[in-house]
């Protein structure tokens, strides 16, 4: 058990309600897949080198964030359950919870000393109350490092959004506090998804989410997690040598292939010689009507990705990338809604669905964030731009870092990849599995090979 003393000392908390009113209360139903994600939590992390908000005051924070939540109503609503027992979210302007900290350390120190258990602390964890109707499902925490650095987090109960909906909500708020118009405006349809559902008896599909809704957990092992940077030349060297295996291959799929190969070599043969990787990846863009990237809820994918009697920790990096890049070609609209069917077929007595199963698990799962990457808007440019680190309260002034976090991630682990500050093909992955094996994941040649600038490491 850590004795490590937090460095974290929360000192004020306050309710900050929508500037403009509804003016009428309204229901609105969570969809099956709102449900499927009823165990779970998201945690982000804004790292900014300078305070956005000049002194702190209040005035200026609560202004701009009661600007946009007047947009989000379903973020300042509470939740509620209907008479066939499914979760709703009543929106009634009742707000969002801000926490105010200090950290006593620097930024720098911090990006460079704290863990991932430690950075926790950055943001709001708290287990949904059994009756949640005055608990905020969305809460901020401002915390102010020493010399003027500032992490602010963004917590929710992933029952109401997914990673797309969380990061594009904080964006809006800075675009707001720049006075500037919201670039992605959120769109609310609790019906947009079953809308556009195709007739679809993917067996396999069913199968694989029936499994993991059967999955036991034994006793619950320390999960830990580490971060790790990639320079644009490494992944442009990296690309570049599985070439002849995969020639279209993305950084994801580089690294999602990288890593899992990394960790099912430590974590040793299985008897029954099956390697899975659940890819998640947001499916707007699925559909032969996209829904608008500022789709309001879920709308996550989770497609296994399955070897049997290949030891895939031992198979050449190349093979591993062009095998994960045909997983990735082959995830089309009509898989996604076989999966929203078979959440529909499950459903009880008055239309009551299911209750929620870990959907980051059982198997090693991996998360891409590519889709946050956006043609830039220069002229004449053909650069991609990220939409994570377009969230400056200040033009001048991107974040440093940004960090994600799943709750309630058990089993083989999590892989989150993502675009970084330095943008072009530049990436951050951060990943969490059992302590021990972590330990063993930054020690690794292969990956260490690659150069990663270590954050979060654990190393005061």
Not at 40 to 46: G, I, K, P, Q
Not at 85 to 94: E, L, P, Q
Not at 203 to 230: D, H, N, P, R
Not at 419 to 431: C, Y
């Amino acid at each position: 058990m850590s004795s490590k003393k937090s460095r974290v000392s929360v000192h004020s908390k306050l309710t900050v309600v929508p500037s403009k009113p509804s003016g009428s209360v309204k229901t609105n139903p969570l969809s099956s897949l709102d449900h499927a994600m009823g165990l779970h939590s998201l945690h982000m992390v804004f790292y900014y080198k300078k305070n956005p908000f000049g002194s702190f005051e209040l005035d200026p924070l609560r202004e701009s964030l009661s600007g946009v939540i007047s947009l989000y109503p379903n973020v300042t609503g509470r939740l509620t359950r209907l008479e066939n027992g499914n979760w709703a979210v009543k929106c009634h302007d009742a707000g969002v919870r801000v926490i105010r900290a200090e950290v006593s350390a620097t930024l720098d120190e911090w990006l460079r000393s704290a863990d991932g258990s430690e950075e926790k602390d950055l943001t709001v964890w708290e287990e949904m109350p059994q009756e949640p109707n005055t608990w905020s499902p969305f809460r901020v925490q401002i915390n102010d490092f020493e010399g003027g650095g500032v992490a602010i987090g963004l917590s929710c109960s992933h029952m109401l959004a997914d990673l797309t909906s969380a990061i594009l909500l904080f964006k809006s708020w800075t675009e707001v506090s720049r006075r500037e118009p919201i670039e992605h405006p959120p769109f609310f349809n609790s019906l947009a998804l079953h809308g556009q559902l195709v007739p679809n008896k993917h067996t396999q599909l069913g199968k694989y989410y029936a499994t993991k809704s059967e999955e036991q957990f034994q006793a619950s092992v320390k999960m830990a997690t580490a971060t790790f940077k990639f320079s644009n030349s490494v992944i442009k060297q990296c690309l570049y040598e599985v070439n002849q295996n995969c020639p279209n291959a993305t950084p994801f799929e580089l690294l999602a292939g990288l890593f899992w190969s990394r960790i099912t070599r430590l974590k040793g043969p299985k008897s029954y010689n099956t390697h899975s990787l659940s890819i998640c990846m947001d499916s707007r863009r699925l559909l032969q009507d996209p829904l608008p990237i500022g789709y309001f809820g879920n709308a996550f994918h989770f497609s296994q990705l399955s070897l049997k009697g290949e030891e895939i920790g031992h198979c050449e990096l190349g093979h591993v990338v062009e095998l994960v890049h045909n997983r990735v070609l082959g995830i089309k609209e009509e898989e996604f809604s076989s999966v929203m069917n078979w959440f529909e077929a499950q459903k009880g007595e008055g239309g009551k669905f299911a209750p929620p199963f870990r959907m980051y698990g059982p198997e090693l799962t991996c998360i891409s964030l590519e889709h946050m990457l956006v043609p830039s808007k220069v002229t004449g440019s053909i650069n991609m731009t990220s939409l994570i680190y377009a969230a400056t309260f200040d033009k001048d002034e991107k974040p440093v870092h940004m960090s994600c976090h799943v709750g309630n991630v058990e089993g083989e682990g999590l892989i989150v990849v993502m675009p970084s500050m330095e943008e072009g093909l530049a990436r951050t992955v951060l990943v969490t599995l059992p302590e021990e094996e972590l330990a063993e994941l930054c020690e690794d040649q292969a990956i260490l090979r690659l150069e990663p600038t270590m954050l979060l490491s654990g190393k005061r």
